[in-house]
């Protein structure tokens, strides 16, 4: 089954259309990359698509359900996580607890429990912290678990967001230039993490400028340009189709 | 004796009063003009409970409670669409709305001319009337409300509320459920207020609308502002410095004519002053800043 | 019947001033200058004692009471907000300080002058005239021309003259304007002044009228506020619109519901009008909240 099918979006804005028509499909263990100039409409589809932004038309289907209409932590609960374009953290809180944050079902955010069951919260709270420092591990942060979001470089922060999408247990991520701005040894290190993604059973759509990234990452590739789906394939193939080239050279 | 039993216990009240707010504006994020509204709906549900069927104090202040927080319900759910400092319009009118309408339903609040002779407060078998007794009553409640706070802020609710401050995007993009957590926090503050509330009208014995206004609410929003939005023992020192000091100020000799205008004109002074020099406050951590996303 | 239109229309042409002044405060430096409440009082304050205190002829003070009104306004822009500002405050921390502000200036003015009704006399007002049915002194119709007249001078300076567009542009976007080379900093200043005036302009036209209170600007600021915010901050006859609306019913109210409750019925639209359509009436930006 897709874990995400995507038909007939559109989104437009006052006059602009940011969105025309845009489908796609993404299945299991699979990792896409979304390409395109700026202002193609590619964070506009990520939006569209997490609850951030309701459609004019189209549908979004999670896993078989239509998640249009859904608030978007809804969306989140229903396994879509998703990273921003400028980084967002908690950047006053440790780097723990901003993994913290991202558990789902966790009881003692429900108040009744955190004065009546209290017991059960407690060890809730340890088991997800002993989960987090090993999110943290797999994704080389836990020497910073303590220190504050804020105290990161550029890099981590951005390699935190990703850790933050993967305590959310989510099976669908969208990452929104994950390596766009990074410096090169921490550029490697996401690049792994998201390689090894589909191992553990999760599907990516990523949007990126880093063209070599994308090529070296993505098992297929999707190219928009004013918020139309130019072409899609592998790689190579979307690399080398003159219509990709032509929108790129007409900037 | 009983001078110095006064201010402490109004001290104890207003710790109250703010740390109410605080966990609304100072742990949430959401600047609020409308808890001395909550407050009222205590004081007056609590009053009226005591005046005509004789209920002890726990069940006035259960009731109390319960009236406020759905008070609270009532103002947070529309609310959630306006943004920030249309919010704040908004519990500014509530505020206002509500305190015309204690003024105004003479039948049932005895309008401006208040409430007389409330009950000292029955617990039980004892009935408070000493200044020591309300003393121990208030501050033991003021702990109890001390102690839920701290509770609710160091839980993943609180967490949540913290997100909700710092970031509301992100923190539903992480699943929080960002609507309910507003309005359950402004519920509890409301609950919280109308304590407060509760315990004024069992001490004082006589309220009238006149403590309800909105110079009470920015008072009281400058209590968490000065103590430090986003700590609970910044709200109790707020509350010490903004009773004590003008207290002092009688021992300088004011005339009574203007010693009201001075203390009210010394919180706003000191309200200009803290958000210029040092908004997050004494011992709080936020600054009413909305941080932007990325670097 | 007639006399609630009348005094609707003349709540009304009050409310336009301090709205109008508060959309121009609101619209350049983007945030909630409550403050502007006591500029109405303050307005009406400096007359009297001008005219009691020192003697002026009342024309000459009225004037000197709008300059000391501009003045005002202009040191709370100068001392407190734009340091805040420039230290890339927000506007919610720009708003609890314009909150610490009135606070003090209002008890300064019941310090000075007492918390008593006073009246600014001098003025001999002569009979009331009768239109129709309705009963309005001479002060109370040049209240509503000038409530008009302000609203098309507002409207034509902004549309017309080249204070008015800057204001406009940076009103719309600021970075914008200033990257045009429009000063920002000093349209804010002059949208001070301006909208200090009109306040001030306001508050001593009700002193006139009728009697005035150092806190009467609470609720008349919190009535223009609700007029701006039905009518939609960017269009003056949007708040035009509003400030009738609000004016109108609340007197209507006063005759359905008695006078007691005329503050609680302009609020509850306010209320109601922020749920159901916080940007206006007439209003183009979105206030809601963003996702």
Redesign the interface.
């Known amino acids: 089954m897709n874990v995400l099918e995507v038909s007939a979006l559109n989104k437009s804005f006052g006059g602009l259309k940011a969105v025309s028509d845009f489908s796609c499909t993404v299945e299991e263990k699979e990792i896409v990359g979304v390409i395109g100039p700026n202002g193609s409409g590619k964070t506009t589809f990520f939006?569209l698509v997490?609850g951030?932004?309701l459609p004019d038309s189209g549908s979004v289907l999670l896993k078989g359900n239509s998640v249009i209409g859904l608030?978007?932590?809804?969306i989140?609960?229903s396994g879509m996580?998703?990273t921003?374009q400028?980084?967002?953290?908690?950047?006053?809180?440790s780097v723990l607890?901003n993994v913290?944050?991202?558990f789902?079902a966790?009881?003692?955010?429900?108040?009744f429990n955190?004065?009546f069951r209290?017991g059960t919260?407690r060890k809730r709270?340890c088991q997800q912290r002993e989960k987090a420092l090993g999110l943290l591990d797999y994704v080389g942060l836990s020497k910073k678990a303590d220190e504050p979001a804020d105290a990161l470089s550029?890099g981590q922060?951005k390699l935190l967001s990703l850790a933050?999408c993967l305590a959310?247990d989510a099976d669908m991520l969208l990452l929104d230039e994950p390596v766009a701005g990074v410096a090169p040894e921490m550029l490697e290190k996401i690049v792994s993490v998201i390689r090894d993604l589909p191992g553990e059973g999760k599907s990516v759509v990523l949007i990126e400028h880093n063209i070599d990234m994308v090529m070296q990452v993505c098992h297929r590739v999707i190219f928009m340009d004013a918020g139309v789906k130019i072409c899609e394939g592998l790689p190579e193939q979307v690399r080398n189709d003159p219509r990709v080239l032509e929108a790129c050279l007409g900037r | 004796m009983a001078y110095l039993l006064h201010v402490l216990i109004l001290v104890a009240l207003y710790s109250i009063l703010a740390i109410s707010l605080n966990l609304i504006s100072g742990y949430a994020g959401l600047v609020s003009l409308c808890q001395a509204a909550f407050y009222g709906v205590g004081a007056y549900t609590t009053a009226l409970l005591a005046l005509n069927l004789h209920t002890p104090f726990l069940l006035n202040l259960l009731a109390s409670v319960i009236l406020a927080g759905t008070a609270g319900l009532v103002v947070a759910l529309p609310s959630l669409r306006i943004r920030d400092d249309y919010f704040v319009m908004a519990t500014f009118a509530f505020q206002v709305v509500v305190y015309h309408l204690l003024n105004n339903l003479i039948s049932f609040t005895g309008g401006p001319m208040g409430l007389h002779a409330i009950p000292a407060p029955r617990l039980f078998w004892i009935t408070l009337s000493g200044h020591l007794g309300f003393l121990i009553l208030t501050v033991v409640l003021g702990a109890l409300i001390f102690w839920v706070a701290r509770r609710i802020v160091s839980s993943p609710f609180g967490r949540i509320l913290f997100a909700i401050r710092e970031d509301e995007v992100l923190a539903l993009a992480r699943g929080k459920n960002v609507n309910q957590a507003k309005v359950l926090v402004f519920m509890i503050g409301a609950a919280m207020a109308a304590v407060a509330g509760s315990l004024y009208a069992s001490y004082i014995t006589y309220i009238d609308p006149t403590s309800f206004t909105v110079l009470e609410s920015i008072l009281i929003i400058s209590i968490v502002i000065i103590g430090g939005a986003g700590n609970l023992w910044g709200s109790v020192l707020g509350a010490l410095i903004l009773i004590v000091v003008p207290e002092l100020l009688r021992f300088v000799g004011m005339p009574g004519a203007i010693a009201g205008n001075l203390r009210q004109g010394f919180y706003g002074l000191l309200l200009i002053l803290f958000v210029i020099w040092r908004p997050q406050g004494l011992l709080g951590d936020y600054s009413f800043q909305k941080v932007k996303a990325g670097k | 019947m007639q006399q609630l239109v009348a005094n609707g229309v003349l709540a009304a042409a009050i409310y336009v001033m301090v709205a109008t002044g508060f959309a121009l405060i609101y619209a350049t430096s983007r945030f909630l200058h409550f403050a502007h409440a006591v500029v109405f009082t303050a307005g009406a304050y400096f007359a009297l004692f001008l005219a009691t205190r020192i003697g002026l002829p009342l024309a000459f003070s009225v004037l000197l009471a709008l300059v000391l009104s501009a003045v005002l306004g202009c040191l709370a822009e100068l001392v407190v907000y734009r340091p805040l500002r420039r230290r890339g405050s927000s506007p919610l921390v720009l708003l609890l300080s314009a909150l610490g502000i009135y606070i003090v200036l209002q008890n300064g003015i019941s310090m000075l002058f007492g918390d008593d009704l006073k009246i600014i006399p001098g003025l001999d007002s002569g009979p009331s005239f009768t239109i129709g049915l309705a009963r309005v002194t001479p002060v109370q119709i040049v209240t509503i021309a000038t409530g008009a007249l302000c609203v098309v001078a507002t409207a034509i300076v902004l549309k017309t003259t080249r204070v008015g567009k800057m204001m406009r542009a940076v009103a719309s976007d600021s970075e914008l304007a200033e990257i045009s080379g429009v000063r920002a900093g000093s349209v804010i200043l002059a949208s001070f002044a301006v909208g200090s005036v009109l306040a001030g302009l306001a508050g001593v036209l009700v002193a006139l009228d009728t009697a005035m209170t150092p806190d009467m600007g609470l609720n008349v600021f919190l009535m223009a506020a609700a007029a701006m915010i039905l009518g939609g901050v960017e269009s003056i006859p949007g708040i035009a619109l509003g400030a009738l609306l609000v004016g109108l019913t609340q007197h209507f109210g006063v005759w359905l519901l008695g006078s007691q409750w005329q503050d609680a019925i302009a609020f509850t639209i306010l209320l109601i009008a922020l749920a159901v359509r916080p940007q206006g009436l007439l209003g183009k930006r979105a206030v809601r909240a963003t996702a």
């Open positions: 939006n997490t951030f932004l608030p978007a932590w809804r989140t609960n996580s998703r921003f400028l980084i967002r953290l908690i950047r006053r809180r607890e913290m944050l991202a789902r966790q009881p003692g955010e429900n108040l955190v004065f209290s919260c709270e550029y922060q933050a959310s």
